[in-house]
């Protein structure tokens, strides 16, 4: 049985993303490893950049397992780059908060990151990624309408 023509462009676009996400993860690392960090702990410092969460909150931003996270921020912990607090909303689940230390490793990916972001962004161009922005939005919103059960 075939896939009908819009499956198979989908397909093609899936394809394409997953060999982008290798590219990305490879580069992330790369943009990281000066401030001693990898690209899934750049994650999580990202993703609490403007104020600390939970792992819970952490992973459902970044649709990952929280396990996963939890290692991560563990590590990141135990290195002085985040630290945990006490949660006003709930007792156990502790939140994630950036260190000094972590907020300076961030700052120092993110000032590697800008120059290759600029250099990407102009070899592609702002318009064309813009409608891809907008078109990968759309699709991000029907992958989450229909779920693979």
């Known amino acids: 049985m075939r896939r009908t023509p819009a499956g198979d462009a989908f397909s093609g676009v899936v394809i394409r993303l997953i060999r982008l996400q290798g590219f990305l993860a490879e580069a992330g690392?790369?943009?990281?490893?000066?401030?001693?960090?990898?690209?899934?702990?750049?994650q999580v410092l990202a993703?609490?950049?403007?104020?600390?969460?939970?792992?819970?909150?952490?992973?459902?931003?970044?649709?990952?397992?929280?396990q996963s996270?939890?290692?991560?921020?563990?590590?990141?912990?135990?290195g002085g780059i985040?630290?945990?607090?006490?949660?006003?909303r709930h007792v156990r689940a502790k939140l994630v908060s950036m260190t000094p230390d972590g907020r300076a490793a961030l700052r120092a990916i993110q000032a590697r990151q800008?120059?290759?972001?600029?250099?990407?962004?102009?070899?592609?161009?702002?318009?064309?990624?813009?409608?891809?922005?907008?078109l990968l939005d759309k699709v991000l919103a029907a992958v989450a309408r229909h779920p693979v059960r």
């Open 29 to 42: 690392d790369e943009l990281a490893r000066p401030a001693g960090q990898t690209s899934a702990r750049w």
């Open 47 to 66: 993703a609490i950049e403007d104020g600390p969460a939970t792992v819970a909150d952490i992973a459902r931003t970044l649709t990952l397992a929280r």
């Open 69 to 78: 996270v939890q290692r991560v921020a563990d590590a990141l912990a135990e």
């Open 82 to 88: 985040v630290e945990y607090v006490d949660n006003p």
């Open 114 to 134: 800008r120059g290759w972001a600029d250099t990407i962004g102009a070899e592609v161009g702002e318009p064309q990624l813009t409608r891809l922005t907008t």
